[in-house]
């Protein structure tokens, strides 16, 4: 049993919660292709252990369906705008969906090309990014995406939240092991975490995040309760966050991270923005020798003493859940069910 396991902890299949989550998706909207591909994002982050995306996040999902805010049951458009350049408008649906409509595009003008960007807009994304760059890498590309979400962050040097949380994925072939993958929000802390540290009743660690006054705080509901979080590495951070709104929104034609108005819409959670989707084939570059590359950089630094690579724990976490079933609280599954 892993430390996650208790007596409170139960194991299902993958494909039973899968089929669970995309049972709720359905009934509260979605089309079954939309069901499917969240359900199956979904119950992937809870496989790998990456709980602030898990089944944690499928109330907020419902009760954004409810309210009218994201349409279940859009059908992404895709445009064919250059050699190396797709857009799709989500249509006010999710982001999943509409990589998910212009994937194979994407890929072969990667393939011919050397490059392509996939720019979304017009689109709701609430997931963990990993899952939307793993596959690309799982296929021998490289790949790297930005999604900016809903305005909780103050800018380096700022007085008032701009940014949103706004995370980088990045995966990237690896020879003989499963490619190299980070995924981090570029804020001190996600938003889902400030969120499951307030359910707990736990304090933050210091520079996370600032309360209504504008004033340092640890406790994570003067946070969500009209205070704000803070870019990780100060100007740093804050640049990269910057960077984030100009490529997932300023370029996509997606909505900035605080252009967006859900007042008429109870019960919504879902960031209204952008996604952008680099794509490189490292064939067109040094082939095969990539991915040995990326090994050779993999093993100077664990031959430095690293102990721990990006992606690591989700692969424990994924090979236990294949092992053993997927965990979640007794009291998550129960919830899901009434869902
Ligand atoms: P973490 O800080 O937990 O992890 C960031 C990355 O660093 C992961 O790839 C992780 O690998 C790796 N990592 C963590 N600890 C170590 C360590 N000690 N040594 C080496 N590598 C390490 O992620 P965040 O809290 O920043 O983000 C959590 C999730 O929230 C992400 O999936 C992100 O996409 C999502 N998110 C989504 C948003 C949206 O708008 N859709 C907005 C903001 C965040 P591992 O996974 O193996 O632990
Ligand atoms: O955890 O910061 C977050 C987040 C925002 C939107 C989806 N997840």
């Not at 990456?50 to 954004?64: D, E, I, K």
């Not at 490059?115 to 990993?130: E, G, K, M, T």
């Not at 890498?137 to 962050?153: D, K, P, R, W």
Request: hydrophobic share 45%; charged share 15%.
């Amino acid at each position: 049993m892993s430390a996650a396991d208790s007596a409170s902890t139960v194991r299902i299949p993958f494909d039973e919660l899968a089929a669970l989550l995309r049972g709720i998706f359905q009934r509260h909207g979605c089309s079954d292709p939309v069901a499917a591909v969240l359900a199956h994002n979904c119950a992937s982050a809870q496989r790998d252990g990456a709980h602030s995306h898990g089944v944690f996040r499928m109330p907020g999902y419902v009760s954004t369906l409810d309210s009218g805010w994201v349409d279940g049951r859009a059908v992404p458009q895709v445009s064919d705008v250059a050699p190396g350049y797709v857009s799709v408008d989500a249509a006010g649906g999710f982001a999943q969906p509409a990589l998910a409509a212009a994937r194979a595009l994407l890929v072969s003008k990667a393939r011919s090309a050397g490059i392509a960007a996939l720019a979304i807009h017009n689109s709701h994304h609430f997931a963990a990014l990993w899952p939307d760059v793993e596959p690309f890498a799982e296929e021998g590309l490289i790949a790297l995406s930005v999604v900016n979400s809903m305005t909780c962050v103050v800018p380096h040097g700022a007085r008032r939240p701009v940014f949103g949380t706004n995370p980088i994925a990045f995966a990237a072939p690896c020879a003989g092991e499963a490619p190299i993958v980070f995924d981090m929000a570029t804020s001190a802390m996600a938003h889902g975490d400030v969120q499951i540290a307030a359910r707990a009743g736990q304090a933050l660690p210091a520079g996370v995040g600032v309360d209504a006054a504008g004033e340092p705080t640890t406790d994570p509901q003067a946070i969500l309760e009209g205070g704000a979080l803070l870019p990780f590495g100060g100007h740093k951070g804050s640049a990269l966050s910057m960077m984030v709104e100009l490529l997932a929104a300023g370029l996509t034609g997606g909505n900035f991270s605080w252009e967006y108005d859900w007042a008429s819409h109870p019960g919504a959670k879902t960031p209204w923005t952008g996604q952008l989707i680099l794509l490189i084939d490292p064939d067109k570059g040094q082939g095969e020798a990539f991915a040995k590359r990326s090994r050779t950089l993999l093993e100077q630094m664990q031959g430095a003493g690293l102990d721990r690579l990006p992606g690591e724990r989700r692969h424990r976490e994924r090979a236990l859940a294949q092992a053993q079933g997927v965990a979640l609280q007794a009291t998550e599954l129960e919830r899901l069910r009434q869902l």
